[in-house]
């Protein structure tokens, strides 16, 4: 197990015979493994919690509640860092918690089994906002492929608006520059041939606004 908070309770010195060879560690763990494999691996949480919510509504929601005793795993760290105890060794520690049980009737496994399911709701609700974070994730994303869509359209259309008008601009500019230089030819006939009578020619020739961007008129 990756969770060492039960090195306080599970003691590593087993009963045996002088001759025994003690093997601490593998019964301290095989002792927390075979507790936390009655209880279940993945509590129900009936009316799930929101996001946010504190860890009383998680317990409640998993329907763990304390026991008659009053002892929990809090109640443990609660006693743990009394000022009585709590500068005192580990080994120590563990000895005056393992009495105050004992004197109180109640079993250690009590203990350890409040401290697995409230640690395995944790790790339920933290599945349930997982998963609810990868849900609202997909949703958003797929939500901003849309957008990005609708956005990339409407920039097409839009550009593609704008160049039909500027299109438009240009056709109708080279249909008036051309129609100038036909009206500029036609003053100029008409110019020349009421030379032939006045001596001041009334008769106007060029652009009647003079716009800076006009072809050049016909001589």
Request: glycine share 4%; hydrophobic share 35%; proline share 6%.
């Amino acid at each position: 197990m990756s969770k060492k908070w039960y090195n306080y309770f599970v003691s590593v010195d087993e009963p045996g015979s002088a001759g025994d060879q003690p093997q601490p560690e593998r019964t301290a763990a095989q002792t927390v493994a075979d507790i936390a494999a009655s209880v279940a691996p993945e509590p129900k949480l009936t009316n799930v919690p929101p996001p946010g919510a504190s860890f009383d509504e998680i317990y409640s929601a998993a329907e763990i509640h304390p026991p008659a005793h009053g002892y929990t795993i809090y109640k443990i760290a609660d006693m743990l860092q009394s000022e009585h105890i709590r500068n005192l060794p580990a080994e120590v520690k563990r000895s005056s918690i393992l009495l105050a049980l004992d004197a109180a009737g109640v079993k250690l496994q009590d203990i350890i089994e409040d401290a697995v399911r409230r640690d395995r709701a944790l790790d339920t609700f933290e599945r349930v906002q997982q998963k609810a974070v990868d849900d609202l994730s997909q949703r958003k994303e797929q939500e901003n492929r849309q957008i990005q869509a609708e956005m990339d359209r409407l920039v097409a259309e839009h550009r593609a608006r704008i160049q039909a008008n500027n299109d438009a601009i240009a056709k109708e500019r080279d249909r008036y520059y051309s129609w100038r230089l036909q009206k500029q030819q036609e003053e100029q006939k008409i110019a020349d041939t009421v030379s032939h009578f006045v001596s001041e020619n009334p008769i106007t020739r060029g652009s009647v606004g003079g716009q800076a961007d006009n072809p050049p008129q016909s001589k």
